[in-house]
């Protein structure tokens, strides 16, 4: 592999909502253009769409050819990328290989969903695609449901009381409160979310990242579209994917998430760094028990920890691990495509000192987990401030 170090140039993002007026392209070019024009001497040669699934919401596919038309970008080589709720990392982690190896100079990557044009059940069963279709959808075993299971065996199998695992949720949601572009900017305690709607015994309703739709794009770049390196301070150290069995239920251990293991430990290699040198992190909390198992599985808490950790303010923003700055996903919103592109977006802020009241001081190395189906794919980044 080529040792073309590779910049995040820009990022474009728009507000996590319910975009009633919006096609799935407009949100595209929208968060495309914010990129494009923050970083206007470089124009991007490839461009790369994470999306999970346009032709279900939006009667769309051909998102790449969209978004080059709208972007005025017509010529210039453009694809999607699905890999369930990680299509959106896993997209920046191809830009990443095409930057890196040559390929490109320079990549637009974009991740994008438009979830509420769907009815409920809709959604639902959109979701499910990223399961099996012969055995876990044919039953109507929904993700809620499956991750339901898992919440009960984790808090059995390791004593975790309630309201230890809900402080993923309080801390989401302390820090959407002062985020711009998040979904919900509301307090919430422990309690509510005890005592919120059962949606499938024990999660409830606080449990569950929530529906929106969203886009947010990164200007990857190499050294040599570069003319004064000092402006574009952030470095993709590392982009790493893997994959786990299939379906949850078939694993010799539930609550062992082995391809954000795998992941992790291949992009902290690439990287050269350990746990102790990550100064902030984005972990998938779709749901508040895969917030628990990702923040075990990358190593940054010891197994049947990670809610005893969070509940004691670990990754709180002036913890040891500031987590979630933004709002995470049940913060910011999860429009299931562009979450990884959100959460790199929030690191390279952090690590500019861009991240205006969400600010935490002086960080140099971010970490994001991106998941698609439970830790069916998981893709890590790493970004590190320039030195």
């Not at 494009?36 to 790369?48: L, N």
């Not at 390279?348 to 600010?359: E, F, I, P, T, Y």
Request: glycine share 8%; charged share 20%.
């Amino acid at each position: 592999m080529s040792t073309n170090r590779i910049y995040i140039a820009s990022v474009g993002y728009v507000e996590v909502s319910d975009h009633w007026g919006k096609s799935i392209g407009d949100l595209m070019v929208e968060a495309g253009l914010q990129a494009m024009r923050a970083a206007p001497s470089i124009r991007p040669d490839g461009i790369i769409i994470g999306n999970m699934f346009s032709a279900l919401s939006s009667s769309q596919e051909h998102l790449g050819a969209l978004a080059a038309t709208g972007l005025d970008l017509v010529g210039v080589p453009a694809f999607k990328v699905e890999a369930a709720c990680a299509s959106g990392a896993m997209a920046a982690n191809v830009g990443y290989s095409q930057v890196k190896t040559g390929q490109s100079e320079a990549v637009l990557v974009i991740g994008v969903e438009k979830m509420k044009d769907l009815e409920q059940p809709d959604i639902t069963s959109a979701l499910s695609v990223a399961e099996s279709a012969e055995y876990t959808q044919y039953i109507g075993a929904s993700f809620v449901a499956l991750n339901a299971l898992l919440t009960q065996i984790y808090l059995e199998e390791y004593n975790v009381t309630r309201d230890e695992l809900s402080a993923f949720p309080v801390l989401s949601h302390t820090n959407a409160l002062t985020s711009k572009h998040a979904q919900f900017r509301k307090h919430i305690t422990v309690d509510d979310v005890s005592k919120s709607a059962l949606i499938s015994d024990p999660l409830r309703l606080l449990d569950c990242a929530p529906v929106g739709d969203g886009a947010a794009a990164l200007l990857l770049t190499n050294e040599s579209r570069i003319n004064d390196v000092s402006s574009y301070p952030v470095e993709v150290a590392a982009s790493s994917a893997s994959t786990n069995v299939f379906s949850v239920y078939e694993r010799d251990d539930m609550l062992e998430f082995n391809a954000t293991k795998q992941a992790t430990k291949k992009a902290f290699e690439e990287a050269k760094i350990d746990v102790q040198d990550v100064d902030t992190l984005e972990f998938h909390d779709a749901f508040s028990i895969t917030g628990a198992l990702s923040v075990e599985a990358m190593g940054f808490s010891k197994p049947g920890e990670g809610a005893k950790d969070a509940a004691i303010g670990k990754f709180s923003s002036k913890g040891e691990i500031p987590s979630q700055t933004f709002g995470g996903l049940k913060g910011r919103g999860h429009p299931v495509g562009a979450t990884g592109i959100y959460q790199i977006a929030e690191l390279w802020q952090q690590l500019s000192g861009k991240a205006g009241d969400n600010q935490i001081q002086d960080p140099e190395i971010g970490v994001a987990q991106n998941m698609g189906g439970i830790d069916t794919t998981s893709v890590i980044t790493v970004l590190k401030r320039r030195e």
